[in-house]
């Protein structure tokens, strides 16, 4: 259970603070309880609107309440934060209140001192009401436990119009006996949401909750939201629209309700201490669904079991790598940072196998898991293969999942960016290819391998360098020519795996169209437009420039998938002089920057390139360093948004030793560990071997480069291994010291 002990799912809870220089923020992450993959993440939430996408920052002073749903780590705004409980005492109040003047409304004023986050466990104490909360959960049902003072007017609340960035459109109650509601919850783009509407989220959440106390005093309120307001974020968050809501109207004994904007609540009298307790199960299916899930996950009143019951999960879970050595933080950070790899992408499944399809009709998975949330652009770098080692099953459920999609949507090809079954169009390139092809490559193959190869290759002819060989768009000419590049060389390596080396050709040359954009004259790549003229040009650490979320410096290095290549385009020692200049000009703190910007996906790769130059010190003293200073154990632990689990996976992998520099290649590049000892439990269903250890002797904070290798015994003279070594069980061993090692590099 020492694995489970380290996690602080507090690490990266922060969207902005005082001090802050960039319009990014911090981690983004929720302080909650959620299981591993769960369809369920039951946690506070701080904030509805803006660019808070977990709906919790830990600046914040004052609690909403809690809710069901979350997202972790994204900015853009968010969505979900559906079904928002809130305990209260006193005058019922329908609106939310403002962090100025929570008692106008029901939010409530807190201390992090009274606040607990553990692996599926979350506490706190309302301070405006006197009452504590906890809160646990289920894979498709939570679990809350408040605490009441001795009150005559005690109460439960829902906003069941609430939603992160935006709002739910309409909504329906039921009170099904005096211990049960149901109901559902429309969310569509109108509602605002995930990008304020733009990421075309549209789903229903579905809810059967029960309460030990009965529903003897209860009632809705209705804010009578007039038909032609707009609702989206901006809209829903102004001072007119809240007084509507703030004057909604109240009725006592009501047992059914529809409308745009609803909340419901009970009411009674409470002593001293007196314990209420409430579960919900949801569903993007049914309510049945949502009653079917409550039953399966808790169909009883014990909150310490499924609290139990939760972090047992999380410790087998995160049983999947041992490590040993490091410091406390060290170990913090690490199994913090595996907690968080494996929140999605979640099932979003009944326990029957149901789900809505991309079609909007409800289909039955048999054979797999159907999940969501899967922020492609930001996961294939380090996420998805980290999964492919520690969850295979995972990874096939994905698959097949993005495979009903292409289908089911009529569109043929796979999403860059998916929530809920809406292709978001968030980002660019062909992640969904990268991540199928990585797992075939590796003998993940549990789905229909054709229609995959089907899907793939209609993805890179949709999102593609076209005939020009590149793509002339000003805003992302770079980073879309790069990042289609490389997917086409993802898709030559499933042609040639397949046999089809006609297309495997094909592709291969399509591969090359990086070459396209490097202008001899400034020694970079440069935009065109579609006649063939080059851009003006600003400099290389100047944002935009056809880059997206990045500079042409940061971009120019995503060419996976052909290194020697680009080493010759650039020419050997230009090469290394511009990659240690990249890293040398970087902050200590390596917060949002224009050199080596480790808060977003586009760097990722970068410094595993050392190897590949014949430098491979410089990846161990870079990986090292970043380790160290990018991560903390605290809030602010993370210095750039989660990204749905990117950002810890890229922790985990580097502080392992091992990270790939091409996802499709099969390999993964050597760097120094963090620990003296990594064990990786391999799943037996997909892999021979048992585990494979990375020991790291002698290692420290400053003995950290890598003096000798040997795997199984043998001398290891090159700086990578591939992923059938790793999966055929055995040791690499390392031997560690103060300064650079001797170790020869060898062409793979």
Known sequence: MDSVNRVNPMIGAVAYAEGTTDAHGFGKTFPGAVTPFGLVQL?????????NGSGYSYEHTTLEGFSFTHMSGVGWYGDLGNFLMTPTVGELKT????????EDGYRSRFSHD???????????????????????????????????????????????SRRVGGTSTEQLVKV???????????????????????????YTVHFCCRFSKPLKRHGVWHADIPTDWARKNPDVASDAYQSVVAAADVTYGVREAQGPHLGFFSEFAT??????????????????GARANLEHDIPHWDFDAVRTGARATWAHALSSVHVEGGTDDDRIKFYTALYHSMIDPRSVSDVNGDYIGADGRVHRAADFTYRTIFSGWDVFRSQFPLQTLVNPGMVNDEINSLLQLAELSGRGYLPRWEILNSY?????????????????????????????????????????????????NGKGCISETLEYAYSDWCFARFAESLGRNDLADEYDNRSQAYRNLWNDEIR????????????????????????????????????????????????????????????????????????????????????????????????????????????????????????????????????????????????????????????????????????????????????????????????????????????????????????????KRRQP
């Open 114 to 160: 009274t606040e607990v986050a553990e692996a599926g466990y979350y506490a706190v104490t309302l301070a405006d009401y006197g009452i504590r909360a906890e809160l646990s959960a289920a894979p498709r049902s939570g679990i809350l436990r408040f605490a009441f003072p001795e009150h005559a007017q005690s109460r439960i609340q829902i906003d069941l």
């Open 43 to 51: 946690s506070p939430d701080t904030i509805t609107g803006g660019d």
């Open 524 to 743: 970079w790549f440069r935009s065109k437009d579609e006649d063939g003229n080059w851009l003006e040009w600003q400099g290389k650490t100047v944002h935009g420039q056809g880059c997206r979320e990045s500079n042409p410096y940061q971009q120019g290095w995503f060419v996976p998938h052909d290194v020697p290549g680009l080493i010759d385009l650039m020419g050997h020692d230009y090469f290394l002089q511009e990659l240690v200049a990249l890293f040398e000009n970087t902050p200590e703190d390596f917060r949002w920057n224009d050199y080596y910007n480790h808060p977003n996906e586009p760097v990722h790769n970068i410094a595993f390139l050392f190897n590949e130059i014949g430098a491979p010190w410089l990846t161990q003293k870079w990986t090292r360093t970043i380790c160290a200073n990018a991560y903390g154990a605290d809030a602010f632990g993370l210095c750039g948004n989660e990204d749905v689990g990117q950002m810890s996976a890229w922790y985990v992998l580097a502080a392992m030793g091992v990270h790939p520099i091409c996802p499709g290649d099969g390999k993964y590049q050597i760097t120094s560990p963090v620990f003296e000892r990594i064990e990786i439990a391999l799943n037996p269903q997909y892999y021979p071997g048992k585990t494979f250890t990375i020991a790291a002797t002698n290692n420290s904070e400053t003995n950290l480069y890598i003096q000798s290798m040997k795997l199984n015994g043998k001398a290891l003279d090159r700086f990578w291994i591939t992923h059938q070594e790793i999966a055929a069980g055995g040791m690499l061993e390392m031997e560690m010291g103060p300064e650079p090692g001797q170790v």
């Open 424 to 472: 978001s169009g968030c980002m660019l390139g062909n992640p969904g290819v990268s991540v199928i092809v990585d797992a075939y490559e590796k003998g993940i193959r549990n789905y229909d391998i054709d229609k995959a190869f089907v899907y793939c290759k209609s993805s890179v002819d949709t999102f593609t360098n076209g005939e020009l060989g590149y793509s002339p």
């Open 176 to 202: 099904v006996d005096e211990h049960t509601i149901c109901g559902w919850m429309k969310c569509p783009p109108e509602g605002g949401g995930w990008g304020n509407g733009g990421g075309k989220a549209d």
């Open 271 to 288: 002593t001293a201490g007196e314990v209420v307790t409430v579960k919900c199960g949801i569903s993007f299916v049914s309510i049945e």
């Open 95 to 102: 609106a939310r209140g403002t962090p100025d003047a929570p």
